[in-house]
């Protein structure tokens, strides 16, 4: 495809193309670990999963300019321990990277991206995003190399990390369309997901789940097109997809949450019918935000039952009112700012009433949307809509509530959401009163 040339061409890791070479066999799907400072064990279970189809797996041995000598010399084990598992040939260096690879069976291989070496180790501010970049473009190039050497296609770029457990089925997906309309084409999988705490965290992990779950699912109840987790172990892409987004953003955390940003607007994100990954919770520092760290930050709150906060439910009904406004807008030719606040106003207020709707014209402002709105009148009336969900993104959407947050609605712990109860969408309330019942304070709370 045009696109994926494009890419590999001109925004791949130098090398992919010659790497991939190395492949000798067909493949429909290709998976992808980054690891620093992992057990081999770990990584071996993932590269032994039990499904037959064709498939390369991809491990990035990887280390960070800043770690510490004991975790690079782990990582640097890990290494030698998986050469002496699966036979590994002698390294290939393409581009700075240096690769030992093995074929397994004549339908799969396994590929080792070493970057825990002196002269490749990664610049901390680009962290496992640039370890996922790497070894997601290698893939796309085996994609390209399976479909024109040996006629078969790869579905999913698949991601994944070296604490997941995947389940049996995670390979066995459905046929989703891979062409048409945006509201048709799925460009990327979330799959389920259950974290099992480490013991100890086991309190702050459903509180930081709950969260996960919270976010998700008000952001669904309010209509938005970015409803999905964003965990970079639980992702699937499109190759088409993924070359179209110009890759994994090279981040120290977050890569995950911008590269679906990216790709929702290409077409669908879904979940796929399969059985859970199964995610190690445990406190890290690795990396700026996510599990590990909000582990960390949960279990040094002196009572995490009132002091671990949440979104406000009324930035989400606010959300909801905004999202369910834009299918009536009609902006006219002339826009200037009276025009922006009476289209707005006129929208909003039926929803959200005008306090709210005020609320959300700020939150609007401060996002920028003065100078969007020239853009969208420029559309054709039946775009405005979709013109709108692609500005208004899984980024600005965020931003949006966090805004609405700082300004006009405070945070809530699990005592306020539980009193605000009627906004929070049906499916949390059991959740939540479980929760309440396993923290509260004995006899503050009763479930009956």
């Known amino acids: 495809m045009a696109a994926i040339q494009s890419y590999l061409e001109n925004y791949a890791e130098p090398g992919s193309n010659k790497l991939a070479r190395l492949l000798s066999h067909a493949i429909n799907s290709v998976l992808v670990v980054p690891a ?6 770990a990584l071996a279970a993932l590269v032994r999963h039990p499904d037959p189809a064709p498939r390369a797996t991809i491990l990035v041995l990887n280390a960070p300019a800043s770690a510490e000598r004991d975790a690079l010399e782990r990582t640097r084990n890990t290494r030698d321990q998986l050469c002496e598992l699966f036979g590994l040939r002698a390294a290939t260096n393409a581009g700075g990277i240096r690769c030992l690879h ?3 069976s004549s339908n799969q291989s396994v590929f080792v991206l070493d970057l825990s070496g002196e002269g490749n180790l990664i610049d901390p501010k680009l962290g496992v995003g640039r370890a996922r970049k790497i070894g997601l473009d290698l893939a796309l190039a085996m994609s390209e190399q399976s479909a024109q050497k040996f006629g078969q296609h ?3 770029l698949h991601s994944t ?30 799959y389920p997901y259950a974290h099992i705490a480490e013991p100890g965290l086991e309190k702050a992990m459903a509180l930081y789940q709950f969260r996960l779950d919270y976010y998700t699912a008000a952001l669904s109840e309010a209509g938005s097109p970015y409803a999905y987790h964003s965990i970079g172990s639980t992702l699937a892409v499109r190759p088409k997809a993924y070359a179209q987004a110009r890759g994994m953003p090279q981040r120290a955390a977050g890569e995950d949450f911008y590269l ?19 995610l190690a919770g445990r406190d890290s520092q690795r990396v700026p935000f996510g599990t590990g760290p909000a582990l960390v930050d949960i279990t040094a709150l002196k009572d995490p039952y009132r002091d671990y906060l949440y979104y406000p439910p ?3 009904k606010a959300l909801r009112a905004l999202l369910q ?6 902006l006219p030719e002339d826009i200037n700012e009276q025009s922006i606040e009476a289209v707005f106003f006129e929208t909003l207020e039926h929803e959200a009433g005008a306090n709210m709707s005020k609320h959300i014209q700020a939150a609007l402002t401060n996002l920028g949307i003065n100078r ?22 899984a980024f600005r959407t965020l931003k949006f509530i966090h805004y609405l947050r700082d300004h006009h609605y405070p945070s809530a712990n699990l005592e306020s959401l539980w009193q605000q109860g009627d906004h929070l969408p049906a499916a949390l309330v059991p959740e939540l009163q479980r929760l309440i019942a396993l923290l509260a304070p004995r006899g503050h709370y009763e479930t009956a």
């Open 372 to 393: 969007f709105v020239t853009h969208l009148a420029k559309q054709r009336p039946k775009d405005i809509e979709r013109a709108f969900h692609d500005w208004f993104d």
């Open 260 to 278: 679906l940003n990216k790709v929702a607007k290409l077409g669908r994100v879904v979940m796929p019918p399969v059985s859970a990954i199964v």
């Open 325 to 330: 406004g834009v299918p009536r807008w009609s």
């Open 154 to 156: 790869v579905e999913w």
């Open 36 to 41: 620093f400072d992992e057990l081999a064990e």
């Open 314 to 316: 009324q930035a989400f």
């Open 161 to 190: 990390d070296a604490d997941a457990r995947l389940p049996n089925d995670y390979f066995a997906l459905p046929d989703y369309p891979n062409s048409g309309s945006a509201n048709e084409v799925v460009t990327a999988l979330v």
């Open 102 to 104: 093995a074929q397994l």
